[in-house]
Structures are given as C-alpha cells and as structure tokens.
DNA sequence: GCCTTTATTGAAAATGATTTTCAATTACAG
DNA sequence: CTGTAATTGAAAATCATTTTCAATAAAGGC
C-alpha cells in the first residue's frame, strides 16, 4: 500500500494525520485516471461520509505541492486564448512577458509512433507547450 | 490587415458582421499573447464600449471553431488531477475511457535544444500530452 | 432606399466552481 | 491526560461562465 508512504510524506512536512486526509489519498493514490476535485469528493466520501468538498480542495493543493499529484490537461478547461498559426504548431511561451512563439514539431512524430507501439494506443492528438524566457527577458 | 480576412471568413459561415464582431475580431489578431475573456473584454471594449462580455465568450467560441484562435494552456487552469509518476514523465490519455498511462520523454531534449536555437528562448519547462484510444477502446 | 426576416446583442438572472470565514473539533506533543 | 494549534465542515462570499429574453440591427428581397 502506497497510500502509507504518501501519508507519511504528509507527516513529514508537518501535517496532521486525518480521515479526510486519508480517505482523499487512498482514492487519488489508487486512481489510475484523471479525477476533477467534485470526483474526488464522490469517490472519498464513501471511505469518509461526513467529509467536505472543501477539505478535498485543500489536501489536493497539499499533494500536489508535494509533487504527488499533478494537472492534467483537458482543452476545454482552458480559458486563454491567441490566434493560431497556420497548419499544425506548437506553441512557446514566455513566463515573463507572455509573449507567444510558435514553431512547427516535425520532429515528434517519431516520438508518437514509438510511444504508440510501446502503449498499444491508437495516438489521435496531442498538445504541447515550452516555456521558458524571451531574448529580452532573460537580460532584465 | 488580417482582420478583414477574418471577418470574411465568418461572413461565409453565414455569420453578420458587426461592431461587436469586428472589435474582438481586431483584438485577437493583433494580439501575440494569450488572452481570457476578460482581457479580451477590456481590449475591445475601447473600441466599441457597448460591446457585452457575453459577446466576447460567443464570438470567441466562433473564432475557435473557424480554427483562427487556439486555446493557449496554463497549468492553475487545469482541474483535474492524477498520481504523479517517478521522475519527470508524460501522459498519454485514452479519449474513451480516460485511462492515463505515462511515458518517458527522452528524444524531446533535441527538440527543445533546436527550438530553443532557432528562437533564442532559455526553455525552462514543457507541457506534453498525446491522446488516443487504449487497446481496449479500438476493438469496442 | 425600405421593408422584413432572423441573427445578434447586452442586461440580468441563473448556474457552477472555487475560496474565504469562522466556530467547533481533533491530532498529537508534552 | 491535557493544552494548543492545526484541521475540519458549513455557510457565505466570490468569480467565471451560461442561459434567458426582449430589444436591436444586419443583410437579402423588393
């Protein structure tokens, strides 16, 4: 069970040991899929009925600075927009100035297919993104 | 000015051309960084201050489906969580069953060195995901 | 140009997700 | 066991997005 070492890793930075806390862990450390917090919520609930959504919200945020969990991207959630270049491009962004760079990927598809045999996925799309710092940025 | 075709290209979708249009319209295309809504909203509202920030979600949904803006993403958007792997991996997701399965991006470093010549960034981190459909999922 | 039709609009209300507040509870160090 | 500070859930507040609807205005036919 991995759930124990992901609590003691909570331990180890200070937390406190909890049902809720424990109930939020055994669902995300056992999901082998990506689970919005109002999932989450559902499936913890049935280890910790009087347990809150807002407690959910507070140990995911914990265990995602432990780097126990991690986003996972899903495109309508995004919600900033920019013009798109033409054909299939990848975008590189700024994290200082926001500036938006696009630049073409032809070098991924080896990538795809290699991962597409190792997986036996069928490999529809995809989505990447760099960030880093502009010219100007990295001399300020 | 690129606007114009813009605006023609949702004329022949059988949309009206109007202020409101025409002020995201000219917004979006001059702009080279990702923008929300709002951001949106306040831009083009110095060009037509009667403009309604429902418009700007409607009018946005339309530039999307035309394939002229793209969703930029930015990690605090994403609300949906899965374990973290060991080490730095990537997701692959299956479209049907939302199965996650992670894989090593190793022959991305060429790429990122190449794109980071070829613009003069300092590429500090990536966002990679593929999509697709599981082995189980092709045969149902 | 002038109707007429119908898409489009903005305001307001409704919805939904997330965050904040706060008093009650509880883990755990001593 | 006890004291105390972290943690909790409920409720309220906030914020983004969507829906509803009556008024407006674009564009096609005359």
Known sequence: MNTESWLAQLQS????LTG?????VEVMESSDRALTP????????QRDPRLGLVTVY???????????????????DCQAFLKAGIGHQH?????????AVLFDGDDLEAL???????????????WLQLYGLCRECQTK
């Open 38 to 45: 109002v999932e989450v919520f559902d499936a913890a609930r």
């Open 58 to 76: 507070r140990t995911l945020e914990k265990l995602e600075q432990l780097g126990l969990i991690q986003r996972v991207h899903q495109s309508r």
């Open 112 to 126: 795809f297919s290699r991962v597409g045999e190792q997986t036996g996925f069928a490999i529809k799309s995809h």
């Open 13 to 16: 930075t200070g937390c406190r």
């Open 20 to 24: 809720a806390r424990r109930a939020v």
């Open 91 to 99: 975008l590189l962004l700024c994290e200082r100035c926001g500036r």
